[in-house]
């Protein structure tokens, strides 16, 4: 009896029964580009990279570190905690409720994620902006993840590598957001103090005021292909201007052919160019460790080891090679004021000892 309420009656159920089964909504995904539809672990599997027309979509800020890291494995950082609404700002919703709602579904505290490990076998800090929460808007928790990360970088001396996908700042946190521009430029100037290599990917999109500061503040800067990459968009120039753009206005090849970005790379060959990139800046780096860094107006320069001076002098000192400096008398030391000046009329005579003879 129990078979048959237990394994008869559901199938018999199931097989009768007309409802539909429901199906996720993220099964199939479609091209923005060429409409072609692409099964979701398919287009997992390739890094969110669409097979037919190799364009790049948006990547969570968890696959992005998965991706970066030697086996997918790193250590989250932990980041100081902010005040989540300190404006108690509300337009349409009240702002802890959009914040609920975009931890809910990311899986996130804020739009930032930073983490520490391995890529291949060198250790480097991350950190990577995630759209899905608010658009990666950069707030106060946004720029306190990009410090923390930056001065854990500067602490393990290691390079630092930012992947950039923002809206720019969020309203909803006024000039506090805007206050994080400045913050986070004075990190990036404690990595360059350090001499620690600062990389910045910029990828789909990047725009606002993380493209008015530390986006644009690398030693390197790498775009994957079509991202989007500006402070105010396309849309809001020709509306201003009112004149027709050019094709692929402030897309990733478009800023590499002005200078704006060091080179494009595809996703698929990220990995091993940020590996190739930081193994070159590190072994500058591990060169010049043992140099003395000075500064001449204003501009530091390496000059020689950096070994104590004073372990020198006592060294010399100790085998008798240095010869001690003896105090010049008065009367020896040169008086410009003392100096025989040539008389005006010697000069104009030609009689000067400094006068250029005729032939």
């Keep these: 009896m129990n078979w048959i309420n237990n394994v008869v009656r559901p199938k018999i159920s199931g097989l009768l029964s007309t409802a539909k089964r429901e199906v996720p909504d993220n099964l199939w995904v479609k091209c923005p580009e060429s409409g072609q539809m692409v099964f979701y672990k398919d287009l997992e599997a390739n890094q969110f990279v669409v097979p037919g027309s190799n364009y790049h979509m948006r990547m969570g800020s968890q696959q992005r570190l998965q991706h970066l890291f030697d ?18 700002f509300r337009d349409g919703r009240k702002y802890t409720d959009r914040l609920k709602d975009a931890k809910f579904a990311t ?5 930032v994620l930073v983490g520490e490990g391995q890529l291949e076998e060198q250790p480097v800090v991350a950190a990577a902006q995630d759209f899905r929460f608010m658009a990666g808007s950069l707030g106060m928790a946004a720029g306190e993840a990009i410090i923390a990360g930056m001065m854990r970088a500067v602490e393990l001396k290691t390079p630092f590598i930012l992947f950039a996908a923002s809206g720019g700042a969020r309203m909803q ?18 990595l360059k103090e350090a001499r620690l290599p600062y990389i910045v990917v910029l990828t789909d999109p990047t725009t606002g005021g993380v493209t008015a500061s530390y986006a644009m503040l690398g030693d390197i800067h ?11 968009g396309p849309r809001v120039i020709q509306q201003t201007i009112r004149e027709q753009l050019p094709d692929g206005f402030q897309r990733a090849e478009y800023l590499l052919s002005h200078g704006m970005v060091d080179m494009v790379v595809h996703r698929h060959h990220l990995r091993e160019t940020l590996a190739r990139v930081c193994r070159l800046l590190m072994s500058g780096v591990q060169a010049t460790a043992a140099k003395d860094t000075r500064k001449v107006n204003g501009k530091p320069y390496v000059n020689g080891a950096a070994v104590d001076s004073k372990v020198i002098e006592t060294a010399a000192r100790e085998t008798g090679g240095v ?9 020896q030391r040169f008086d410009p ?21 005729s032939a």
């Design 71 to 88: 086996g997918g494995e790193y250590r989250t950082i932990a980041v100081p905690t902010v005040q989540q609404d300190p404006l108690k």
């Design 337 to 357: 004021n003392k100096a025989e000046k040539p008389r005006r009329d010697d000069v104009n005579s030609g009689n000067s000892k400094d006068a250029p003879r």
């Design 323 to 331: 010869v001690e400096p003896e105090a010049v008398p008065n009367s």
């Design 222 to 232: 790498i775009a994957e292909p079509g991202a989007l990459i500006c402070f105010a």
């Design 173 to 190: 946190e006024g000039i506090l957001s805007l206050m994080q521009m400045p913050r986070t430029t004075i990190a990036v100037q404690r």
């Design 107 to 111: 899986k996130l505290e804020d739009a």
